[in-house]
C-alpha cells in the first residue's frame, strides 16, 4: 500500500474533506472559507465524505491524496487509519500545530492532515491555521 506520491501540489491534488457535525456559525464560516481557498488555489478534486477512518484508508491506499478535518470526533476516529497512513510512507499532522506537528492521540475533537509530505504542507499553506475551538 502506497500513498499517492504522484500529486506534489494542490493543482493535483485529490483532497476528501469533512467538515463534521458542529453548526455554529464561526465554524460553518471557517469551513467554508477554508475549501474556497483551496478551490481558488486551483485544487484538482474535492470529495466530502464522513468517516476519517475510511478518508486515512484512502490516502493510505493512494485513492486520495489528502484528507483534512478539523472537529474530529475523538481518537477512536483516526488511530486505525493513521498507522495506516504512516506505514504507506505519508504523514498525519494535526493542522493546528505550527512545530512537532506529528498527530498525537486525545480526548476530545482534533484536527488532521494527511498525505504526502509536499501535498500537507501545500494544503496547510493554503487553509490557513484553522482557529474555531470545541466544547470538550
Not at 1 to 12: E, G, L, P
Not at 85 to 94: K, L, Q, S, T
Not at 126 to 132: L, R, V
Amino acid at each position: 500500500v502506497y500513498i499517492d506520491n504522484m500529486a506534489t501540489s494542490i493543482k493535483d491534488c485529490l483532497l476528501v474533506n469533512n467538515i463534521g457535525h458542529d453548526r455554529n456559525e464561526e465554524f460553518v464560516v471557517e469551513s467554508t472559507e477554508r475549501v474556497c481557498k483551496w478551490l481558488k488555489a486551483g485544487l484538482r478534486g474535492y470529495r466530502a465524505s464522513g468517516s476519517a477512518a475510511q478518508n486515512l484508508a484512502h490516502v493510505a491506499s493512494g485513492q486520495v491524496s489528502c484528507y483534512y478535518e478539523h472537529g474530529y470526533g475523538g481518537p477512536w476516529d483516526v488511530c486505525a487509519g493513521m498507522v495506516l497512513v504512516r506505514e504507506a510512507g505519508g504523514v498525519v499532522w494535526d493542522a493546528r500545530e505550527e512545530k512537532n506537528r506529528d498527530l498525537q492521540m486525545h480526548f476530545g475533537k482534533g484536527s488532521v492532515v494527511a498525505g504526502s509530505l509536499t501535498v500537507v504542507e501545500d494544503v496547510l499553506r493554503i487553509a490557513g491555521k484553522p482557529t474555531c475551538t470545541f466544547k470538550e
